[in-house]
């Protein structure tokens, strides 16, 4: 039995109009906090597309279900590892898939704490990284999916949260 | 003062490098700093030697943070060190778990080198 889990049946909460704008304070605070960098407005996100080769993701489970994913260029990817660990110069590629990850956890981590329901029931799964040059993602759940992208030092970083219905 | 020996027990690398980077920067002089990636290996590393603190994750594969600190107490010698829980998880129900098992200190992530040292350096005041 876990009690985070069986929460779920009794807890589950549903996306409302304010978790876009708490997912961006999410991640701003993230960003200025661990790279000192102030993620910027991206001009017409809603006409762009998701794009970028490398995606880390980490899964919600209890009172929400879902996926919240970070998706960028790994150029972008390169240099918030970078930022991360004060490097100056080139950084190591082992290093860059960990920084992601880890930067996804606490972004769905930072989000999910300004929701008071969600803080105390829902738990966050070990992430996953994805790299490659010609992938799609799709969420097969039929749930409510935020999408919010914002630019990174001149390109586009985007964050979403598909949740499962 | 003694230079404190430190454990950090991070499933990411990256983060460990950042816990360690973050005391350094706060202007703590540490002694010796050694890194695991889960409680197996923080363990594992206890019964090598003593630290006189230790910063953890709580979500880790193979062993957990949580798990990582009802065994420590089990081990002789490294029952007094205390545990600094750095973590995402923002469940206050699992802080107080992590805080009646044995922690002396909590840090959500994302961290400043300031709030760090705000967590850590009473409990190296005993170093002095």
Known sequence: ?165 | MKRPRILIVDDSSVMRKIVERSLRQAGLDLGDVVEAGNGIEALAAVREGAFDLILSDINMPAMDGLEFLRQLATVEGAKGTPVVIVTTEGSESRVVEALSIGAKGYLRKPFTPDQIKERVSPLLEVLR
């Not at chain 1, 985070?4 to 876009?20: G, T």
């Not at chain 1, 860059?96 to 769905?108: K, L, Q």
Request: aromatic letters at 4%; glycine letters at 8%; charged letters at 20%.
């Open chain 1, 1 to 165: 039995m876990n009690p985070v889990l069986d929460s779920k049946v009794q807890n589950a909460v549903r996306p409302d109009a304010s978790w876009l704008s708490l997912l961006q304070v999410g991640a701003k605070e993230v960003f200025q906090i661990m790279l000192q960098t102030e993620l910027k407005e991206l001009p017409n996100a809603q006409e762009l597309t998701v794009t970028g080769n490398v995606t880390a993701m980490i899964g919600l489970a209890g009172a929400l279900c879902g996926v919240m994913s970070i998706r960028c260029d790994s150029r972008s990817a390169e240099k918030m590892t970078g930022r991360m660990l004060g490097s100056v110069g080139a950084v190591d590629p082992k290093d860059v898939p960990d920084a992601i990850a880890e930067i996804c956890n606490m972004v769905a981590g930072n989000f999910k704490s300004k929701i008071t329901p969600l803080a105390e029931n829902c738990m966050l799964s070990v992430p996953t990284v994805i790299r490659g040059d010609d992938y799609e993602m799709v969420a097969v759940s039929d749930g409510d999916q935020i999408t919010l992208g914002l630019s990174y030092d001149g390109s586009p970083i985007w964050f979403c949260l598909a949740v499962h219905s």
